[in-house]
């Protein structure tokens, strides 16, 4: 099946099996090796990717989902100017996620970020997320290394951060 | 299928291969029935081995394939390799093995494997007699598992008649040697490319090794890429300690039994070291007269156990501790009282583990109970509990607030073999580049240590280290990388390293190569384990009412180490810890809007010129010590099971309400 997307702000057309997974896709195809699980099942949590902005579990995106979307990996997200962002927030807290994770939570916090410019945009967006819904959405890495308070106070503080850079830009 | 083609694949393209292993826990193969012979799918079993079908260890042998005889419940019989991933899985149903089961009464017997360590001093009976008080209680950490998220991966291929394997792996150079012994090959032609994403707590330390064998033989049968993923988990040991405690009048401890229990699983793996970690710790920190400790391994139909952060040391070390807890408990006093007042120097211990002086303990003991308003929170939860202030119809009040504190160790123990063996070699080339040779895999934290070492060692600038990528170099044994990447000892044979290139450098000409063993280096220390640190940990914790879970409120934690490179990194690494403890013992932190953050951590430094030490595994057995302690004040009877599960609660809720 052949598959037109953007990963990491590439066009790319992609030959491959239809219901081959993305992580997949991503290691083999594209040995894009950040991810750093292969468990194929959404137990760990360890291969999110942001697919529109939206994190999601790369090893549950067969490839037929892929058609037209815009996929930014860990490895894409370290060269674009929002990293930083996360990047003082986890020195500012003294927090940040262990290394088996770090990939992974970074960017689940990156989507959660999205959504603050994305309610900023207008009403009809979504809401900016509450401290529930944050630490809920960090769940879709099992990993128990950040306990709830250190999550938001990393992501107020990459917040803070976020909404500065949009006051400077506008 | 039963027939084994050589024609499965090109040399292109990529074999991916999966594992059958056995469903029962016990008995012997009958008979086994392949599918109809299909040339796109090859299997391979014991026979099919070139070298020798066993995994060693440090002495210890497990077999890669079961040719006969199962002896675990997912022991490897057959290794199924195709053309992709799906098909092998769907072929692979179609084997179908006949066993003969043991009868059940033999699957359960447990085997001494090993003699007993023991250690004793005084009069026991003696001070039994003299006892008032005699407390008893057994304590266990259960059999854990990993969960399925640390899966391995294994690419191997062969490239200039070199057989070259990308794997996941702590410990690269007994991958190296496992396959080079399967595969009846040399070591120098077998490479091996260890990947970033190993497991956590190393419990995984043995299975790169079987996994790489397996796929490497495919690969010399196919002359093909192969391809091999494991699902399988590893098991941690169950652990059983019966502690007997004989108390005077006044309450002071005079005499201790202690008896520990180890079920190692169908094959016996780092046994002797894994008696002496888990005997340093069985010593309680209160002073005794009279004591003895008799840690016994066995052998058993569960499946073999690995290393879990470490080999028994924190489960004992949690026993300990819980033990304390319970004396204070028994004689109604405060806890971190009790403990400031017995707890003192013992040379029979420092003889064992050599540790920061006692007072500097007590001292944090003194800090954490004073930031964590320890006293009044225990006395009121007491008292409220003894008020029965029902907080649901299944409940009393059922808060709780434990203490637990401890030393961690580092490394494995002086007598053990895997400790001694362990290389770090250096080269001083031109232009004073550096190039250290270790089997280690370069994890930034490590390595921005020994860089550091390197550098101000040497006056060297920054870029000019680099550590070998195991390609062409014969690798050097650094040792897995267990125990918090025992950083004492690899900082003290890099510091000699470095030390001997400085006498040499500049009278004999570059490069100059220098190595250092372990053994070199603390062959004369007559202690098993160094521990340059204490911990004390504060634990306040909540059932709660309708789900029967047990959250965790609030932890105060001080630390004191000789020496840290970095005491935020070495914060944060500590909150990690702490959280993954939780999560193992199934407590969850609790989060409510507007309360103060989990966890308040510091660390402080004693300022010592001493390496530092890992308190990883005593960190562990804090958190489940102080959590069992907290648990037995919320339920007001003793907890003396981790990790606890609902219905624990459930049933210490009905013991409770028989009361």
């Avoid at chain 1, 992609?14 to 468990?39: A, F, G, H, T, W």
């Avoid at chain 2, 057959?78 to 899985?89: I, K, Q, R, S, T």
């Avoid at chain 2, 450098?505 to 160094?530: G, H």
Wanted: with cysteine; net charge neutral; charged share 25%.
């Amino acid at each position: 099946m052949k598959i037109e997307c953007t990963i990491d702000n590439k066009h790319i057309l992609l030959n491959v099996n239809s219901n081959k997974p993305l992580n997949l896709i991503l290691l083999e195809d594209l040995e894009i090796n950040q991810i750093y699980s292969r468990c194929r099942d959404g137990n760990c949590g360890n291969c999110v990717v942001l697919l529109n902005d939206e994190a999601v579990l790369s090893c549950l995106i067969p490839a037929f989902r892929l058609k037209g979307v815009r996929i930014l990996t860990f490895e894409g997200y370290q060269k674009s100017r929002f990293w930083h962002d996360l990047e003082r927030a986890y020195s500012d807290t003294g927090s940040h996620p262990c290394p088996h994770c770090y990939a992974s939570k970074t960017l689940i916090f990156e989507s959660l970020l999205q959504m603050i410019i994305k309610s900023e945009l207008g009403p009809s967006q979504d809401e900016e997320p509450d401290e529930e819904v944050i630490v809920q959405e960090i769940g879709l890495n099992t990993c128990a290394c950040l306990d709830a308070h250190e999550i938001i106070a990393i992501f107020n503080s990459a917040a803070t951060y976020r909404r500065r850079r949009r006051v400077r830009r506008y | 299928m039963a027939e084994k083609s050589t024609k499965v694949a090109s040399e292109s393209q990529t074999i991916h291969g999966i594992i059958i292993r056995a469903n029962i826990d016990s008995g012997s193969i009958l008979g086994v029935t392949l599918p109809k012979p299909d040339k796109r799918f090859v299997l391979l079993e014991a026979k099919d081995v070139i070298g020798k079908n066993v995994v060693s260890v440090a002495g210890d042998e497990l077999p890669l394939f079961a040719s006969t005889d199962i002896t675990y419940k997912g022991q490897p019989i057959f290794a199924l390799f195709g053309p992709d991933a799906e098909a092998v899985e769907v072929k692979s149903r179609e084997i179908e093995i006949d066993f003969q089961l043991t009868p059940t009464s033999q699957t359960q017997v447990q085997e001494e494997n090993k003699e007993p360590l023991i250690c004793a001093w005084g009069n026991l009976d003696e001070a039994f007699k003299q006892g008032e008080t005699v407390i008893e209680r057994t304590y266990t950490d259960r059999q854990t598992w990993t969960r399925e998220d640390t899966i391995l991966q294994v690419t191997t291929w062969v490239e200039d008649d070199l057989l070259k394997i990308e794997i996941p792996t702590q410990w690269p150079f007994h991958v190296r040697d496992t396959v080079a012994q399967i595969c009846g090959r040399t070591q120098k032609s077998v490479v091996v490319y260890p990947q970033p994403h190993f497991s956590a707590k190393d419990e995984k330390l043995l299975l790169p090794s079987m996994l790489a064998a397996m796929a490497a033989l495919a690969t010399l049968k196919l002359q093909a890429r192969v391809q091999m993923i494991s699902r399988f988990p590893t098991y941690k040991s169950a652990i059983t300690i019966t502690r007997k405690t004989a108390l005077d009048a006044k309450g002071k401890p005079i005499g201790e039994k202690v008896k520990a229990q180890i079920n190692q699983g169908a094959y016996a793996l780092f046994t002797t070291e894994m008696l002496t970690q888990a005997l340093a710790g069985l010593f309680p920190l209160y002073q005794l007269s009279a004591f003895s400790a008799e840690v016994q391994a066995v052998t058993s139909h569960a499946p073999p156990s690995h290393f879990f952060g470490d080999l028994g040391y924190s489960s004992t070390l949690f026993s300990s501790e819980a033990h304390a807890s319970a004396i204070a408990r028994h004689l109604q006093m405060n806890p971190a009282n009790w403990r400031i007042k017995h707890y003192g120097e013992d040379t029979e211990q420092n003889s064992i583990v050599e540790t920061l002086p006692i007072t500097k303990l007590r001292d944090l003991i003194g800090d954490t109970c004073k930031k964590a308003d320890f006293a009044r929170h225990s006395a009121v939860y007491e008292l409220q509990r003894r008020a029965k202030h029902p907080l649901s119809a299944f409940l009393n009040y059922s808060r709780g607030i434990g203490l637990a504190c401890g030393a961690g160790i580092s490394g494995f123990s002086t007598d053990s073999a895997l400790h001694t063996a362990a290389k770090i070699e250096i080269t001083l080339e031109a232009n004073n580049r550096v190039i250290v040779n270790t089997s280690f895999y370069p994890t930034k934290k490590i390595t921005s240590l020994w860089r550091t070492i390197i550098i101000n060692e040497l006056s060297l600038e920054k870029e000019t280290v680099t550590f070998i990528d195991n390609d062409t170099m014969h690798m050097v044994d650094t040792g897995p990388e267990v125990l918090s990447l025992d950083v004492e000892r690899s900082v003290m044979m890099i510091t000699r390293c470095c030390e001997i290139i400085k006498r040499k450098r500049f009278k004999d000409p570059l490069p100059i190569t220098e190595s250092v063993s372990a053994k070199s280096i603390l062959s004369s220390s007559k202690i098993q384990f160094s521990s340059k640190n204490w911990g004390c940990l504060v634990l306040q914790l909540e059932i709660n009412t309708i789900k029967l879970e047990v959250e965790a409120r609030r932890i105060w934690g001080r630390f004191s180490f000789s020496n840290t490179p970095d005491t935020k990194k070495l914060q944060v690494k500590f909150k990690h810890i702490i959280n993954s403890s939780l999560h193992e013992n199934n407590i969850i932190p609790v989060f409510r809007k507007g309360s103060p953050p989990l966890m308040d951590i510091e660390i402080d430094t004693v300022g010592e010129q001493a390496y530092p030490s890992s308190a990883t595994s005593a960190l562990r057995a804090m958190v489940m010590a102080a959590c069992a302690s907290a648990l037995s004040q919320a339920l007001n009877c003793d907890v003396c099971t981790m990790p606890v599960s609902n219905d624990d609660i459930i049933s210490y809720i009905r013991r409770q309400n028989e009361n």
